[in-house]
């Protein structure tokens, strides 16, 4: 029987339960998670940002899933939108017809993601904002934050969760408008700038 020196941890190989990830891109991604909003609906947006480290480093391999109501602040409550082939099972893509809401982005090699989507209506007193779970290497459980669109000032500071944010903490849960119909939202996962995460009970 071998014996192995634990007095110091450099000498202690990892066990699978030490391992965290990056596990996601097996059977989770799918061809055009990201294309959550049909085609040239008048509503429609593109998010897109990096995610990073606590290093400020991006991650190529985070996973995204983002859920959001339709612009008239109703929750979808279609079945589905991927159609697969009868005959082999295989996926077809989505029908770009229903909007479920629902999408699932991998950060590419650069740490990039994006999803096309449509522009969430409020809801109650809260401000338009879309819910986002992030999976990431060395994360022992899933982070659950939101995208807020930037609307009026007021209607940020009416939302009962900004409303109660410090500004620079507030800020990292806004999209920076750019052109076009697109958002820019970056997740930060330690360190100066950190995304406000939230914790569900």
């Known amino acids: ?31 055009g998670g990201a294309d959550i909003a ?10 897109h940002g990096h995610v990073y480290d606590g290093e400020g480093e991006p991650l190529p391999d985070a996973f995204l899933e ?11 409550q279609v ?8 005959a082999t099972g295989g996926y077809l893509g989505r ?14 090699a650069n740490g990039h993601w994006y999803a096309r989507t ?3 209506g409020a809801r109650g007193l809260s401000a338009p904002y879309i819910s986002v779970c992030v999976f990431a290497r060395g994360l022992l459980m899933h982070l659950f934050t939101r995208i807020y ?11 009962p969760l900004l409303g109660r944010l410090e500004e ?4 990292t849960l806004i999209a920076v408008a750019e052109d076009n119909g697109t958002h820019r939202f970056d997740i930060r996962l330690q360190g100066e700038g950190e995304t406000v995460f939230l914790e569900f009970q």
Request: net charge negative.
């Open 149 to 159: 669109l930037p609307v009026d000032e007021a209607a940020l500071a009416a939302d």
């Open 95 to 108: 029908n770009g017809v229903e909007f479920t809401g629902w999408g699932r982005v991998q950060t590419d």
């Open 1 to 31: 029987m071998t014996k192995i020196d634990t007095s110091s941890p450099e000498s202690v190989l990892p066990t699978p339960s030490h391992t965290v990830g990056p596990f996601y891109g097996y059977a989770l991604p799918f061809p």
């Open 66 to 76: 983002l859920w959001g109501p339709d612009p008239d602040g109703n929750v979808p």
């Open 38 to 47: 049909p085609l040239g609906h008048r509503d429609q947006i593109t998010l």
């Open 168 to 171: 620079d903490r507030r800020n």
């Open 118 to 120: 449509l522009r969430p």
């Open 79 to 86: 079945d589905g939108s991927i159609r697969r082939d009868p």
